[in-house]
């Protein structure tokens, strides 16, 4: 379903649709399985490390984010329930930012540090396909399956602007 590559490390993660995450270590000389999560009882639909490396955040149909640990090897927090319908991106801004998207268009800005939402943007009509951050790490850009593109200001909360939709001749 989705792959993610450690910005610092030879590791991959790897998700199935049985909701099981893999990490796996590779090299040229060998290749090698680190840990096998098996906590999302429903696909997995977005895999991002974090940006020192230490967490992979994992979004899944079950509506859950869930944090691992790679120091620890462990689970180290899981937030249930954290949109309405399946959460089908992720993006880390920060330590303590994360952005998330799900089907029916829904983005949610997140402070980590107390595990809550900050913003939650509704301009899309369909799932969240992607989500972007500008060097700025202040503009958020989404694509949804609505064809549309959206820019936020992720600080406000506030949309900065909205494409006309997207079509076939474009693409």
Same mark, same amino acid.
């Given at each position: 379903? !989705?792959?993610?590559?450690?910005?610092?490390? =030879?590791?991959?993660? +790897?998700?199935?649709?049985?909701?099981?995450?893999?990490?796996?270590?590779?090299?040229?000389?060998?290749?090698?399985? &680190?840990?096998?999560?098996?906590?999302?009882?429903?696909?997995? &639909?977005?895999?991002?490390?974090?940006?020192?490396?230490?967490?992979?955040?994992?979004?899944?149909?079950? !509506?859950?984010?869930?944090?691992?640990?790679?120091?620890?090897?462990?689970?180290?927090? &899981?937030?249930?329930?954290?949109?309405? +319908? +399946?959460?089908?991106?992720?993006?880390?801004?920060?330590?303590?930012?994360?952005?998330? %998207?799900?089907?029916?268009?829904?983005?949610?800005?997140?402070?980590?540090?107390?595990?809550?939402?900050?913003?939650?943007?509704?301009?899309?009509?369909?799932?969240?396909?992607?989500?972007?951050? +500008?060097?700025?790490?202040?503009?958020?850009?989404?694509?949804? %399956?609505?064809?549309?593109?959206?820019?936020?200001? !992720?600080?406000?909360?506030?949309?900065?602007?909205?494409?006309?939709?997207?079509? =076939?001749?474009?693409?």
């Amino acid at each position: 379903m !989705r792959i993610a590559m450690h910005q610092h490390a =030879d590791l991959v993660a +790897a998700s199935t649709v049985t909701g099981e995450v893999g990490i796996f270590e590779y090299g040229l000389e060998t290749n090698a399985p &680190r840990a096998l999560l098996q906590h999302h009882e429903l696909s997995t &639909r977005a895999l991002e490390f974090s940006r020192d490396g230490s967490t992979l955040f994992m979004g899944s149909k079950d !509506r859950c984010i869930s944090a691992y640990s790679l120091d620890a090897a462990v689970l180290s927090g &899981r937030m249930c329930n954290a949109h309405e +319908a +399946a959460v089908s991106s992720l993006r880390v801004v920060d330590n303590n930012v994360l952005v998330s %998207g799900d089907d029916d268009g829904t983005v949610k800005i997140w402070d980590l540090r107390q595990a809550r939402t900050v913003h939650e943007l509704k301009e899309h009509r369909d799932f969240i396909s992607d989500i972007q951050i +500008a060097p700025d790490e202040k503009t958020l850009l989404c694509s949804g %399956g609505d064809g549309y593109l959206s820019i936020w200001n !992720r600080k406000s909360g506030n949309l900065v602007a909205m494409s006309d939709e997207m079509d =076939d001749e474009f693409l």
